[in-house]
């Protein structure tokens, strides 16, 4: 006669009252037992030869804030459509607009959707819309929505993507491309009775009543002699478990920092919001460049100014951008406005911070670093976003070179675990000599850009009052982090996907 616990007797003959085969789910409704303790006696039952385990994947959907408004009101191109047919089949695409009282943000899709589903046609020249066909039948997408609708998505209730007709499903894509949808994967596990099994339950089962705790009642009384004691497989492996964790960007800048330290810097930190004096005009760069514009840069709008630091410094910055005052430069030759330098913007670099520290601590030697958030005006794609982090740092002592500027980044790339690096001349604004740092992946087999780097020009010290040589290096740490994680796409990194955060290993 085969022997099993409590739970596992129990787990047996609900799966046989529900004929032979049951979800965890449902075994658990039944037996009010948890699930762990469920798919513990599935596994004992599994390993007799009693029970065997199905998994099953299942794509679980829902819709979201924007799901759900369409869901209500349609999709953008369907309200299109219904104000079109009530103006006659044509009519100019702000009047469809304005008679569908279609949100300014579905405009464009409504119109790409209309043209993509060939409801409609678009005359660009004149500006019309005319109607292709009438009635404009409901296409997939619609119907899935319908469907949904049907089942009390708005409730929250969630549907199956394999329980759903073949006409139905391609439509999950749609609205999933659409950012209609969230979806998720989930393992659903079936416990089915096997032909052994079903044999011993006609034989008949002996139920081992066990204690998995020898108390101090069991031993006093003496019981203990008698009682069965749970035997306990100390090499099954346990249940995953999943303890808090730092995020892996934020590893690798703690370990940025660590080495930083290490090597005898002292970090900094500075104002998110900024002049345009300390982010622009006190490292040289001319009102009137690119970099400046609204396409680049983050300008505030309230409040839009910011004060400019004492007249002394305000005014020699001021003659070196007009005629280079002493710094044996000729200058931008332009009038310099203090209106443009009030103005605050999101800082672009960390630059604007250790230009401000320099300002304030003019005494050598100084070694300083900063590792924080900057802002642009970047087109978000796999390699940029408008916020992202920058390494910075700087050097002032007597008679420090370009070749001190190149063996502490150096140092600094190996310490990262980074052992092939090289640099090359290059051309940065406000550094004089530069250079640009690469380094070897062994993984990829490429050398990669990171920091660019160089001394600070005269006549970016000059005006400070600055006496001795500054070497300043800086570059996006995103890209740095990238090449240490192996991922391809800079978003991923701040998508927050458990998964990836939990697989990561921790970084050293």
Known sequence: MVELRENEHKTLRIIEKLGGKASVQRIMKESGLPDAAIMRAALTLQEKNLAKILAKNQTIIRLNIEGKLHEKNGLPERRLIRALTKLGGKASITKAVENAELEKQFVPIALGWLVRKKWATIDTKTNMIQLLEKPVKEEADEKLLGFLKRKGMIEGKQVIVEDLSSELQPAVKILKRRKLLDVNEKTNRVIEITQAGWKTIRKGIRVINEVTQLTPELIITGKWRKTELTRFDVTTKGPMVYPAKTHPVQQIIQNVKEIFAEMGFTEIRGPIVETAFWNFDALFQPQDHPAREMHDTFYLKYPKTGRLPKKSIVKKVAETHQNGWKTGSRGWQYSWSPKVAKKLVF??????????????????????????????????????????????????????????????????????????????????????????????????????????????????????????????????LERLIMLKLGIDDIRFMYKNDLNWIRRTPTCQ
């Open 347 to 476: 800082r672009t670099h960390t630059t604007a911070t250790t230009i401000r520290y320099l300002a304030e601590h003019k005494k050598p030697p100084v070694k300083v670093f900063s590792v924080d958030r900057v802002y642009r005006n970047e087109k978000m794609d796999y390699k940029s976003l408008a916020e992202f982090h920058q390494i910075e740092g700087i050097i002032m002592d007597k008679n420090v070179t370009l070749r001190d500027l190149i063996g502490t980044l150096k140092e600094f790339y190996v310490r990262l675990g980074l052992k092939k690096v090289r640099f090359w001349p290059s051309y940065f604004p406000y550094t004089e000599p530069s250079a640009q740092s690469t380094v070897y992946i062994p993984e990829l087999k490429k050398w990669f850009e990171l920091c660019g780097m160089g001394l600070f020009r005269p006549e970016v010290l000059a005006p400070l009052d600055i006496k001795n040589p500054v070497l300043a290096w800086g570059g996006g």
